[in-house]
């Protein structure tokens, strides 16, 4: 019924013919009312620059908004970090102490402060200032500090299958490649045997981990309707597979979650050590950097104003979870998900005018089921940043660009909606949002925002209902 709806839009405004306000009213409810029946559905369209609201359907209505969370997390960064904002992951030695053949016998202390881009590559260039120092053996002990970060490190309300998987890696100050790795499951000649599974090896650290498996190839059907992978990670990072997976032709790679970054952590140390050819027989530490250590080198990140891109345009998990406890810090001194909220609704109350006190916002991504949220209050966000002079620009360039990039570049490709929307995306079981920015084929600029909870549907229905919806206010307003 989708396309047929598009169908008569199209034809409608070539022929000339415009709705009445009346008509477009009712034509959106009856969407609404035929294509997702059993669907609590929410959806808030603005006028960007009147303010105006130009259609609403239970606008007030508390939503899981899923990751159109991420809009308050950035908004929130942008307006107390500034888009030039970057993390700071830093190398500290004693340099008083002399180096005589090649031996160092102090401590060193790296000190991580949640930076989400930070890779092993990063750590190489790190720790290799310290082969400048003609440093061959270290007999001193590391000092790793993630005390800028507090626990826990999965967030309330994620929900307990998800706590393998890449997309809910723990949140702590030591991030190294993401805080995930990659498992490669290989295809199985037959229905019965077993399937074969390796650790990547193009993730560091896999030699200090251990793989088991124990899964068996079956019908696609079956996999679907009797089981599915099961996956633990113990507290040392080796990784159990078990279950059933669909027998194919392909090799599938997977991308899981590492359950002790601080672990893993110590392992990279020691493996980028080795590259070096540098002795290690020291231990580790958990601190803060000692007064008596200076910084040697540091990495700095990108600018918030880039790494915002991997959270309104790809969505990623960790790095809007990762502001959130910087956020915390900044205001509260201490970078928890509590903290972190707490600040968040802090920062934006001022601003948006929003009364939090009326929402429910308890991490940055949007992946707990316990938040709460309204089409209008995503529709109230929205216009406030379109209108902040210093940083709109920064927040909506960050945003996935229909058709073209982030979460939306498979979505409105069609020559009437591409790089017509502007928008963050949200996905959950049982959950769907898009909230963003619109511009009409007439030139009139919208801000949109469609929530969708307890459906049954699968999410690619539930999303052909916001595209169908957005190409009718692409070429109807």
Same mark, same amino acid.
């Given at each position: 019924?989708?396309?047929?709806?598009?169908?008569?839009?199209?034809?409608?405004?070539?022929?000339?013919?415009?709705?009445?306000?009346?008509?477009?009213?009712?034509?959106?409810?009856?969407?609404?009312?035929? =294509?997702?029946?059993?669907?609590?559905?929410?959806?808030?369209?603005?006028?960007?620059?009147?303010?105006?609201? +130009?259609?609403?359907?239970?606008?007030?209505?508390?939503?899981?908004?899923?990751?159109?969370?991420?809009?308050?997390?950035?908004?929130?960064?942008?307006?107390?970090? *500034?888009?030039?904002?970057?993390?700071?992951?830093?190398?500290?030695?004693? !340099?008083?102490?002399?180096?005589?053949?090649?031996?160092?016998?102090?401590?060193?202390?790296?000190?991580?402060?949640?930076?989400?881009?930070?890779?092993?590559?990063?750590?190489?260039?790190?720790?290799?200032?310290?082969? /400048?120092?003609?440093?061959?053996?270290?007999?001193?002990?590391?000092?790793?500090?993630?005390?800028?970060?507090?626990?826990?490190?999965?967030?309330? *309300?994620?929900?307990?299958?998800?706590?393998?998987?890449?997309?809910?890696?723990?949140?702590?100050?030591?991030?190294?490649?993401?805080?995930?790795?990659?498992?490669?499951?290989?295809?199985?000649?037959?229905?019965?045997?077993?399937? @074969?599974?390796?650790?990547?090896?193009?993730?560091? *650290?896999?030699?200090?981990?251990?793989?088991?498996?124990?899964?068996?190839?079956?019908?696609?059907?079956?996999?679907?309707?009797?089981?599915?992978?099961?996956?633990?990670?113990?507290?040392?990072?080796?990784?159990?597979?078990?279950?059933?997976?669909?027998?194919?032709?392909?090799?599938? !790679?997977?991308?899981?979650?590492?359950?002790?970054?601080?672990?893993?952590?110590?392992?990279?140390?020691?493996?980028?050590?080795?590259?070096?050819?540098?002795?290690?027989?020291?231990?580790?530490?958990?601190?803060?950097?000692?007064?008596?250590? !200076?910084?040697?080198?540091?990495?700095?990140?990108?600018?918030?104003?880039?790494?915002?891109?991997? %959270?309104?345009?790809?969505?990623?998990?960790?790095?809007? =979870?990762?502001?959130?406890?910087?956020?915390?810090?900044?205001? &509260?001194?201490?970078?928890?998900?509590?903290?972190?909220?707490?600040?968040?609704?802090?920062?934006?109350?001022? %601003?948006?005018?929003?009364?939090?006190?009326?929402?429910?916002?308890?991490?940055?991504?949007?992946?707990?089921?316990?938040?709460?949220?309204?089409?209008? @209050?995503?529709?109230?966000?929205?216009?406030?940043? @379109?209108?902040?002079?210093?940083?709109?620009? !920064?927040?909506?360039?960050?945003?996935?660009?229909?058709?073209?990039?982030?979460?939306?570049?498979?979505?409105?490709?069609?020559?009437?909606?591409?790089?017509?929307?502007?928008?963050?995306?949200?996905?959950?079981?049982?959950?769907?949002?898009?909230?963003? &920015?619109?511009?009409?084929?007439?030139?009139? /600029?919208?801000?949109?925002?469609?929530?969708?909870?307890?459906?049954?549907?699968?999410?690619?229905?539930?999303?052909?209902?916001?595209?169908?919806?957005?190409?009718?206010? +692409?070429?109807?307003?």
């Amino acid at each position: 019924m989708m396309p047929l709806i598009r169908c008569i839009i199209i034809c409608c405004l070539t022929i000339g013919y415009a709705f009445a306000a009346d008509d477009i009213n009712g034509t959106i409810t009856n969407m609404i009312n035929t =294509e997702l029946p059993d669907a609590t559905v929410g959806v808030t369209v603005q006028d960007v620059v009147t303010g105006k609201i +130009v259609y609403d359907y239970q606008g007030t209505k508390l939503f899981l908004p899923a990751s159109t969370a991420k809009l308050f997390t950035a908004a929130a960064a942008l307006k107390q970090l *500034g888009p030039d904002y970057c993390f700071e992951t830093a190398l500290y030695y004693d !340099h008083d102490y002399l180096v005589s053949d090649g031996v160092y016998g102090r401590d060193l202390a790296l000190k991580f402060t949640g930076d989400p881009s930070f890779k092993i590559v990063n750590l190489y260039s790190l720790l290799g200032k310290l082969s /400048e120092l003609k440093i061959k053996k270290i007999t001193g002990d590391i000092i790793l500090d993630d005390s800028l970060f507090d626990g826990p490190l999965l967030g309330f *309300g994620w929900t307990l299958d998800s706590t393998a998987w890449y997309y809910s890696a723990p949140v702590s100050a030591i991030i190294i490649d993401r805080n995930q790795f990659g498992i490669t499951l290989y295809p199985v000649p037959e229905i019965g045997a077993e399937v @074969h599974a390796k650790i990547d090896n193009i993730y560091p *650290g896999s030699k200090n981990r251990t793989l088991t498996t124990n899964i068996r190839g079956v019908t696609y059907e079956e996999s679907e309707a009797f089981c599915q992978l099961e996956v633990d990670i113990d507290d040392d990072n080796n990784v159990e597979l078990a279950g059933c997976w669909p027998v194919g032709t392909e090799p599938v !790679h997977l991308r899981l979650a590492v359950k002790d970054p601080a672990l893993q952590a110590e392992g990279l140390i020691r493996e980028t050590f080795d590259k070096l050819g540098i002795e290690f027989s020291g231990n580790f530490k958990y601190s803060k950097v000692p007064n008596n250590l !200076h910084k040697l080198a540091h990495h700095k990140s990108e600018s918030l104003s880039v790494l915002l891109n991997a %959270i309104l345009g790809d969505s990623n998990n960790l790095y809007a =979870e990762s502001l959130t406890k910087t956020l915390g810090a900044e205001l &509260y001194g201490i970078g928890s998900f509590k903290t972190g909220s707490l600040a968040v609704r802090q920062i934006l109350s001022s %601003i948006t005018g929003i009364d939090f006190s009326q929402t429910r916002l308890l991490d940055g991504s949007g992946a707990s089921r316990y938040n709460l949220l309204t089409p209008q @209050h995503l529709s109230r966000l929205l216009y406030t940043m @379109h209108h902040e002079p210093s940083l709109g620009t !920064h927040f909506r360039e960050a945003l996935s660009i229909s058709g073209v990039n982030g979460t939306l570049k498979t979505r409105f490709a069609s020559f009437d909606t591409k790089a017509s929307i502007k928008a963050k995306t949200g996905s959950l079981n049982g959950v769907s949002a898009l909230s963003g &920015y619109l511009t009409t084929r007439s030139g009139r /600029e919208l801000i949109v925002t469609i929530m969708i909870n307890h459906a049954l549907d699968k999410g690619s229905i539930l999303k052909q209902f916001e595209n169908e919806l957005c190409y009718f206010l +692409v070429n109807e307003l």
